[in-house]
Antibody
Framework: EVQLVESGGGLVKPGGSLRLSCAAS????????MHWVRQSPGKGLQWVSS????????YYVDSLKGRFTISRDNAKNSLYLEIHSLRPEDTAVYYC???????????????????WGRGTLVTVSS | DIQMTQSPDSLSASVGDRVTITCRAD??????LNWYQQRPGEAPRLLIH???RLQNGVPSRFSGSGSGAEFTLTVSSLQPEDSATYFC?????????FGQGTKLEIK
């Protein structure tokens, strides 16, 4: 059974830093692109970042680039997100999600997020 | 970044009704469109991938259609457990983006 368990959230003062973790199990972690998605209280979903299986490719939403760093340790089946210079607007539940590629008969593949963790809450407040 | 816009923002319908949610991209994205359901207090769940393909285990009353820049999610016969917020997501760009969500309430 695929399981994703986030940790590392908590109350942080503005300007502080945090490292979120996601422990994966039940699948070959190193063959999957992994994603971070966040959700501010009562708001919608915001895609944050992704990293390929071998860490060759990393992508970030433009508005967060520079303060967020995604990484992974395939030996530990773990995904990470470092956040610096935290702002109140970073307050959110942070989800990790597994990326799956769905192939059609032509050979094209269409990425989706097929498994999600329960999320970890980050609160930025003085 | 590609902007995704859903309509309506919210809707209310009765058990057995057919409901449709629309998602529009500000550029053509082929069939790189996914739909997710999020019940209160839960993580999102993938319903539809590649615009129209039902994820394993998702009831067949859910269907998706569209390509290019306009997509729809349809629930053919609404059930009480379908009360949730629905999000579309484009995966055409490596910088994925979500729609703002549509909150579906059961009367």
């Amino acid at each position: 059974e695929v399981q994703l368990v986030e940790s590392g959230g908590g109350l942080v003062k503005p300007g502080g830093s945090l490292r979120l973790s996601c422990a994966a199990s039940g699948f070959n972690f190193n063959t999957y692109t992994m994603h971070w998605v966040r959700q501010s209280p009562g708001k919608g979903l915001q895609w944050v970042s992704s990293i390929s299986g071998g860490s060759d490719y990393m992508y970030y939403v433009d508005s967060l680039k520079g303060r967020f760093t995604i990484s992974r340790d395939n030996a530990k089946n773990s995904l990470y997100l470092e956040i610096h210079s935290l702002r109140p607007e970073d307050t959110a539940v942070y989800y990790c999600a597994r990326g799956e590629d769905y192939y059609d008969y032509t050979g094209y593949f269409y990425p989706g997020l097929d498994h999600w963790g329960r999320g970890t809450l980050v609160t930025v407040s003085s | 970044d590609i902007q995704m816009t859903q309509s309506p923002d919210s809707l209310s319908a009765s058990v057995g009704d057919r409901v449709t949610i629309t998602c529009r991209a500000d550029q053509r994205i082929g069939k790189y469109l996914n739909w997710y359901q999020q019940r209160p207090g839960e993580a999102p769940r993938l319903l539809i991938h590649a615009a129209s393909r039902l994820q394993n285990g998702v009831p067949s009353r859910f269907s998706g259609s569209g390509s290019g820049a306009e997509f729809t999610l349809t629930v053919s016969s609404l059930q009480p457990e379908d009360s949730a917020t629905y999000f579309c997501q484009q995966s055409y760009s490596s910088i994925n983006t979500f729609g703002q969500g549509t909150k579906l309430e059961i009367k």
